[in-house]
T-cell receptor
Framework: QKEVEQNSGPLSVPEGAIASLNCTYS??????FFWYRQYSGKSPELIMF????GDKEDGRFTAQLNKASQYVSLLIRDSQPSDSATYLC?????????????FGKGTHLIIQP | KAGVTQTPRYLIKTRGQQVTLSCSPI?????VSWYQQTPGQGLQFLFE???????NKGNFPGRFSGRQFSNSRSEMNVSTLELGDSALYLC??????????????FGDGTRLSIL
C-alpha cells in the first residue's frame, strides 16, 4: 500500500517568515513528487515538482527531496496571507499497475498578518 | 492556453442512478487522470487514460468506469450511485502518462451530491 503522510496542521506562520511543509512516503519506487496548493472550495493547483535528490527553487518556493530518507519538503519564503491554503504532497512511480498520483491528506497552512 | 475543463460543475442525483462526467484536457495533453476527493479520504486515484486506453486503475469498484476519445477528451461514468459516492471528482491532464516529472494539471472539478 503506497502511502504519503503529511501533518494535517494547522500550521500557523507569521507573515514574512519561512513556512516549512513536510511529507514522507512509503513507496521506494516513487520517482517524482509534486506539491499542490488547494484553496477552500477550489481545485489543486500545481506549485512545484521534483524528481532529483536535493533542492529545487522557483521564486519564493523551494522543494527538497531526500530519497534515502523518503522525505519531501516545501519551503515558502517571505510568507504572505495569500499563501494560506492546504498544501498537498503527491508521489508518483514509473511502474505498472495502479500508478496514479498518491496524495497525502494535506497540511493546512495559515499565514498570520 | 485554456486549462482543463470539466462539466458539469455541479450534479445532484439519487441513489441507484448513474452519472457521466466530462473532461477536456489542456490542448496538447494526451493523458487524462480522474480522482475522487472527499473530506475523509482525501484525493484518491481512480484511473488514467492515454491514447484511448486505460493505463492505470485505482482501488475503486467496477461501478466506476471511464473512456477516452481520439481527441483526448475523457468521460467518467458511475453506475448505481451510492450515498458514499458524494464527492468532488477531479480530472487532471498531462502531456503523457509516464516519465519522471510529468506534472498533472487539474480542472475545477465536478461536485456530485447523492440524495
Amino acid at each position: 500500500q503506497k502511502e504519503v503522510e503529511q501533518n494535517s496542521g494547522p500550521l500557523s506562520v507569521p507573515e514574512g517568515a519561512i513556512a516549512s511543509l513536510n511529507c514522507t512516503y512509503s513507496d521506494r519506487g516513487s520517482q517524482s513528487f509534486f506539491w499542490y496548493r488547494q484553496y477552500s472550495g477550489k481545485s489543486p493547483e500545481l506549485i512545484m515538482f521534483i524528481y532529483s535528490n536535493g533542492d529545487k527553487e522557483d521564486g519564493r518556493f523551494t522543494a527538497q527531496l531526500n530519497k534515502a530518507s523518503q522525505y519531501v519538503s516545501l519551503l515558502i519564503r517571505d510568507s504572505q496571507p495569500s499563501d494560506s491554503a492546504t498544501y498537498l504532497c503527491a508521489g508518483r512511480g514509473t511502474g505498472g499497475g495502479a500508478d496514479g498520483l498518491t496524495f497525502g491528506k494535506g497540511t493546512h497552512l495559515i499565514i498570520q498578518p | 492556453k485554456a486549462g482543463v475543463t470539466q462539466t458539469p460543475r455541479y450534479l445532484i442525483k439519487t441513489r441507484g442512478q448513474q452519472v457521466t462526467l466530462s473532461c477536456s484536457p489542456i490542448s496538447g495533453h494526451r493523458s487524462v487522470s480522474w480522482y475522487q476527493q472527499t473530506p475523509g479520504q482525501g484525493l484518491q486515484f481512480l484511473f488514467e487514460y492515454f491514447s484511448e486506453t486505460q493505463r492505470n486503475k485505482g482501488n475503486f469498484p467496477g461501478r466506476f468506469s471511464g473512456r477516452q476519445f481520439s481527441n483526448s477528451r475523457s468521460e467518467m461514468n458511475v453506475s448505481t450511485l451510492e450515498l458514499g459516492d458524494s464527492a468532488l471528482y477531479l480530472c487532471a491532464s498531462s502531456i503523457g502518462p509516464r516519465g519522471v516529472g510529468q506534472p498533472q494539471h487539474f480542472g475545477d472539478g465536478t461536485r456530485l451530491s447523492i440524495l
